[in-house]
């Protein structure tokens, strides 16, 4: 009647005016008034034809009605068509972390067993040192340094709370601050890691990563904290849910929510710092990510997405991610893992850059060895890695892809394609975006963005 509020009550009749299921070819029509309007007119978004959000959450009950209002507006929005069986009827919302063990944690502890009898009457790091030559206060600071147990001391004679990190954050910080090994090697533990050794690398390799960790076993523990409709709502690539979108709640007064971990396996490289600063330097590197942030831009307006509410990840980051792709790809043709079961953690960040290959499961595979076998040779792998990279079975037209392109609609794509960088979205953080091979390697497109040299390694 194309008013929600017409007071025609006349019996209402679906006609098939074509041979498809396409709601175009299906219609509405009123056997009072002979008003008729084709299907495909609910789905479209802000149509009124199927009247205002009344804010009903049919899953959580009868009466777990909410005020349905867009956060944006203000206003009241209206109700859309979806089909129940449609792929974007239902996403998920997933957050998964790695546990390891946070020495901040271990530090507040330490300080906190001796403060309230001995540290709090400490005015300065010499009072300190005199304090720790006391048994009691020696044994419960014993492996942290005086200029961390001082800083630890300042801050609760400040009041100041401690400092909210980001979980990948925590996450790289841990695996940057042991000299050798993390964690303890026991069966019922969480996470046990050793850092390998360096020699033996080739130069190029030396100049650029700055430490490799082998994983011998770690915990991932996923939870379901909700879930969206039309558009999936994924993690940022700090691993923390900062969202344009709210997620429907799994219940009406949630005090947990469900939860699995997984055992596995996994390698850790991490990159010099002062090796990216170099690379994000050149003209060349910076010409390529006006070039990608031009197609982000394009992404943003399609989505209707304000460029506040989701920011460019970064040229390190598209690098790594990229990066990590081909190791995936390269790895598993000898780890005794398929790559759908090899995942990915990046870190790109103030705290380090580096990379988390991992395995998990909650049957026996992710518990094999073999990634970490193959992490004591990872250098051939990186090698073959690079080499997977420099060409792909869609040359040219991958290797020259414009991510502002609208016919191609791949805004978040440089040279990336199903031929060389995108793999099982199981494995991916980001659902196979922000990927360009060419800040990896050359490619047939000569940019001279690459961050490995052109020699290989």
Known sequence: HQDFQASCRGQLWLDEGGTGSDF?????????????????????????SLGPCQGMRPWLGSNAREKCVNPDTGKTPQNRLLVRSASNAYFSQILNVISLPNP??????????????FLQYAEDLEELRRERRKGRVANALEGFSDAAVWEEIERLKSGRPKQDKTIKQIEIETLLSQPDTIGED???GDFYARNRDLKGLEKELKERVERIVLVHRLREVIALVG????????PDIDGELKLNVTPAALDLDMSWVPAIENKGEGIFLSFRPEAIASWLARESVKERGRA???GFEVWLKRKGIASNQFRFPGLPYIMLHSLSHLLITALSLECGYSASAIRERIYAGDSGYGILLYTGSSGSEGTLGGLVQEGRRIEEHLASALELGKLCSNDPVCAGHKPDETYEERFLHGAACHGCLLIAETCCERRNEFLDRALVVETVEGLDAAFFPTSGL
């Open 24 to 48: 175009a070819d299906i219609f509405v029509r009123c056997e009072a008034c002979r008003s008729r309007r084709p299907l495909s007119d609910a789905t479209i978004p802000n149509a009124k």
């Open 104 to 117: 901040d944690e271990r530090l507040r502890d330490a300080v906190n067993k001796v403060y309230e009898d």
């Open 186 to 188: 026991k069966p019922e």
């Open 227 to 234: 879930f969206t409709r039309f558009e999936p709502a994924i």
């Open 292 to 294: 990608l942030h031009k």
